[in-house]
């Protein structure tokens, strides 16, 4: 069983950072993609970063040159690092995983808020 650990969420003034960790229990082989999702008050849940098995990343628009994923084998954990924070970038974060069966899983999310 795969589990999913956010932390690294807070409050922060535009245009500062954070960085955002999930760390990976379990079965981590079974894992196919891991991503960052956003979600902002009464918004959806919308993607914001994705790496794949073979380390290909994509982002979203809109923290494309601000936001990079990556991911520590040795640690089986993933990372957020956001710079340049925006007052939009406000949500909760959640870490995802994609199983090779194509099963979603979620971690418990983590508050960032940006003040203007």
């Known amino acids: 069983q795969v589990q999913l650990v956010e932390s690294g969420g807070g409050l922060v003034q535009a245009g500062g950072s954070l960085r955002l960790s999930c760390a990976v229990s379990?079965?981590?082989?079974?894992?196919?993609?891991m991503g960052w999702y956003r979600q902002a008050p009464g918004k959806q849940r919308d993607v914001v970063a994705r790496i794949t098995r073979g380390d290909s990343t994509n982002y979203a628009d809109s923290v494309k040159g601000r936001f990079t994923i990556s991911r520590d084998n040795a640690k089986n954990t993933v990372y957020l690092q956001m710079n340049s924070l925006k007052p939009e970038d406000t949500g909760v974060y959640y870490c995802n995983a994609v199983r090779i069966s194509g099963a979603d899983l979620w971690g418990q999310g983590t508050q960032v808020t940006v003040s203007s």
């Open positions: 379990g079965s981590i082989f079974s894992i196919n993609a």
